[in-house]
């Protein structure tokens, strides 16, 4: 046992570190069995099991480990379940897509595993030098995965921009992050918390706050720093787009409450206004260019863009009712948003790329289940009452009211009715118009449960939203705790 | 004093150097001139007493990385600077606007704290206060030391993490460059 750890730290690591030896158990499953697919998705698939029944079974603990570097609290325990979900539903999309571009499973699993490790850490992470490490690991998976179509030249496209806009702004983020550093002497949160409590604000602080939201902000893909995603959004090889704009933005949304609400609550008046500016910006021209876009990926992209935008109030809002709010919110876009990506995912075949909006044609004559489960996604993307879009949008409007914002509350509603037209002309070209050539559509096994689960999630949350509406709050009241604690060591 | 002289004609150099790397129009100028900046950085590591890092500065950056970038340069065969990137759909005036944008907001931050606040405040603190190393004889070795010891008992867990991080970049290397897996 190394000086200063008990076998509690390790205890509490317990997800991780199994993650960890199933990500590389997948790697020598494929070595041992080139030619059986299955053996690797079912090794992947158990290494997430595990791993999620691990981080369920530490529901309600509440303590830091590893010296105060990681906290296992029910905020990141929250965000762990998001992420291991999303993680589940991407593999379950991935087999059927990966025959037809033809391209080899195994290192593929690993990345998704590995990008899932990293995930893991930026939930519970805090202290600065581990959220930056969880988020590398993260990005450098998704670097890679990005590419992984090497004939594609989209694909190579995809991944160039996203390592190089990526390297750029990691370099910006990394730079705040040192002069937070340099100002505070420590990179611990509750640590930093402390040191900036006397309220005096300095340029250097400023210049560093700005360079950390700027770094964030093209994390979660805020305009203006979202020029790269749709891209690499399109490019992408569909379940990595879908894991990129669902695992990627929740990990780095639990960095981003983590790191301002925890670390900085002494500037809050600062990088509220910074991120008022930046929610009312980026959901604004997420919705407006989403419009008229006619490929599905890229206008799911700039959704997801205008998605994160009203996440970002619950940010702003900076209460625990904000920060309840962007916990159901990101739960319930796990479900609509996958599901989205799960249906575009099945349209690639072997004649068909089926990332147009021409290829949904018909839809509904071919295969009737998955333009009623794509009805439902659209339909909670849009925020329509029955689904659980609908109740991810009244609480952050009630967040948004609370706290006083009234102004951001009103562009959010405004915006949420922009978002319907696109929404709707998914619908209509799956009903209204004719069905166009092309060979069957099939739906594989893993898919179709990924399809079920999804529906089940974007329903489910929305008729009986309790369950949710709890665990948020438990983790929101949580939050916070572990770095005060941290903070008195 | 002489550590503030030493301090900007450092930071003086760094940053020239650093211009001079991007703006250089041959490729293999601007590895040079990234090898001098390098060293230049080493160098300000060994006035801040971190005699570890500054070695490790030179073996592994001026040495190991350049070496490659070389490689890259030699194998490229950059003889002249690729021809400007012009994309027709492309507006310059919108990330000018924006960066205008960004700068002013930075400036009225700034303004604003000066002029609300008496000044800039810096707490001290930081790890080594309670390692056990506080007091002992040889600097470079006790440098290295503690440098050892915080690695593996306080940062155990980010380091561990480090190394899947590197063992990802590995396997992506391969994945990206092997024409047939």
Redesign the interface.
Known sequence: M????TAADFYY?LPELLL?GGALLV?VVDLLFPRREEATLGMTLLTLAVTGAAVVGFTGVDTTI??G??AVDGFATFFKVIVIVSALLTVLMSPSYLRVEAV?AG?YY??IL?AT??ML?MASGI?L??LF??L??MA??F??LA??L?PNQRSNEA?VKYFLLGAFSLGILLYGMSLFY?????TSLG?MAE?LA?G????????A??LLV?GMGFKIAAV?FHMWAPDVYEGAPTPVTAYLSVGSKAASFAMILRIFIEGLPSLVA?WQL?FWVLAAVTMTVGNIAAITQSNIKRMLAYSSIAHAGYILIGVVAATERGVAAALVYLWVYVFMQLGAFAVVAMLRRQDVIGDELKDLSGLYLRKPFAAVAMLIFMLSLGGIPPTAGFMGKLWLFGAAIESGFVWLAVIFVVNSVISLYYYYRVIVFMWLKDETAGSDIVISPAMATALVIAVVGSLLFGVYPQVLFDHAQIAADMFGSAVSTAALR | MAEAIVFWTLAVLILGLGIAVISARSAVHSVLFLVVNFLLVAVLYVTLNAEFVAVIQVLVYAGGIVVLYLFVVMLVNLKKAPERYADPRRVPWTGTLLAGAVLAEVIAIGVYSTVSSDGAAATGGGLGADTPFSDCGSLVSCNTEQLGWVLYTSYLIPFELASMLLLVAMIGAIVLAKRHL
């Open positions: 190394p000086a200063g750890f690591l960890t790697l590893s010296a570097l990681l080899r290192e690993f990345l590995c490790l990293g850490f202290d030098i581990t490490i969880g590398e690991t450098i998976s670097y890679i590419g992984y090497k991944s340099g100002a505070t002497g420590t640590g040191a006397g005096e604000r300095s340029l250097m602080l400023s210049l706050l700005v700027a203006p600062d910074l």
